[in-house]
């Protein structure tokens, strides 16, 4: 794991690969280190980053920064510093992730297309559709969102969602709740391939509604994870990778064909 300096903050993260560049953002619970099997899964062709944003994982917790503008302006200074301002990325974000990946490529679009395209995981859209449960509480995070089997299930995580700071899950669920038009609207203005991605099961994130996805029938394609819970990179991991790799080398005009196959089956032991 290796650290950067922005805006006078400690940031982690950790890079592997060789290729086009990829870059992995987490949601409320857990930190970077979640999409580590995804981010070996497509090194063979992509350089892929992850970091933990302010106030989760080891990053600095700083309150002043824990809002949706701060989350975006730290994703866009992260692309600096890792010499990546001229080359187009690829974002995958999940849930908080996935939201300050639409609203940045939003915000940074136009002829430079500093963003390629978006594969936004668990993406919450409409008033509703983030679950009570991840307010601060007593006890483990994961347990009160996924059961009590939330941390047996996902110990990794769950060991990472325990150095989240309350007040930086509180303050930027509130915000994405309170301006969920916002980030609709955001996603309505950009025309570059967003694959929408939500778990069946998820308890945390309602996917959704048929009207908030007529907002194009060509750059936006949304799939749902049957077997998948909160963590779709987790829950299913094979066809999740399989998905992604697809994803990438699909061409724009073809985005519509994409869809999961048979055999994308998740592998036993």
């Known amino acids: 794991m290796s650290v950067i300096i922005i ?7 950790e890079a592997i690969g060789r ?6 953002l987490h ?17 063979d062709r992509h350089r892929t980053y992850a970091f933990d944003l302010w106030g989760f994982g080891d990053t600095d917790h700083s309150p002043q920064r824990y809002d949706l503008g701060a989350y975006e302006q730290q994703l866009g200074q992260f692309i600096d510093n890792m010499g ?10 999940h849930a908080l992730g996935a939201a300050i990946a639409v609203r940045y490529a939003n915000r940074v679009r136009g002829p430079d297309q500093r963003v390629l395209r978006i594969m936004a995981v668990s993406l919450p859209l409409g008033p509703h559709a983030i679950d009570r449960r991840l307010a601060p509480g007593g006890g483990s995070l994961l347990d009160r969102v996924l059961g009590r089997r939330g941390a047996a299930d996902y110990p990794e995580v769950d060991l990472e969602a325990q150095k989240a700071d309350p007040n930086a899950i509180m303050m930027s669920a509130r915000l994405l709740a309170n301006t969920d038009q916002e980030t609709a609207r955001a996603m309505e203005r950009l025309d570059i391939p967003l694959l929408l991605v939500h778990g069946e099961k998820d308890p945390l994130i309602a996917p959704p509604s048929p009207d908030l996805l007529q907002v194009s029938d060509q750059n936006v394609k949304p799939i749902t994870l049957s077997d998948s819970r909160h963590f779709p990179m987790l829950d299913e991991a094979p066809k999740f990778q399989r998905l992604l790799k697809d994803f990438l080398e699909t061409r724009p005009e073809d985005l519509q064909t994409l869809a999961l ?8 032991h």
């Open 7 to 13: 805006d006078n903050g400690l940031v982690h993260y």
């Open 19 to 24: 290729g086009r560049p990829v870059i992995f």
């Open 27 to 43: 949601g409320w619970l857990g930190s970077w280190r979640y999409w580590m099997p995804t981010m070996e899964a497509i090194s």
């Open 84 to 93: 990546l301002g001229e080359t187009p990325v690829t974002l995958v974000g």
């Open 261 to 268: 196959k048979e055999e994308w089956r998740r592998r036993t």
